[in-house]
């Protein structure tokens, strides 16, 4: 009778561990990991979005040059 509730005990007991420790901290841990994928994707796009960005200034910047020395007159004034 004594082992019936030895082994009743212990059998709560790792119901208890499983149930309110080891699934908890399981579904936390996917969780953060999700978060932290979600939050990777968002700083590389962030990162495509900014050299996107460069890319057109310096394409816009290189127009810019190759206009002003297609022979367009710049007018200066003269210091005495």
């Known amino acids: 009778m004594s082992k019936i509730i030895l082994y009743a005990i212990l059998l709560y007991l790792l119901y208890k561990f499983v149930f309110e420790l080891v699934i908890p901290v399981s579904k936390a841990s996917t ?8 939050m990777q994707a968002q700083q590389e796009a962030q990162q495509r979005q900014y050299q ?7 394409q816009a910047q290189a127009a810019k040059e190759s206009q002003a020395k297609a022979g367009d007159y710049i007018d200066f004034e003269e210091v005495k």
């Not at 996107?52 to 310096?58: L, S, V």
Request: without cysteine; charged residues 35%; hydrophobic residues 15%.
């Open 31 to 38: 969780q953060v990991r999700d978060k932290l994928r979600e």
């Open 52 to 58: 996107q960005q460069q890319q057109y200034q310096q």
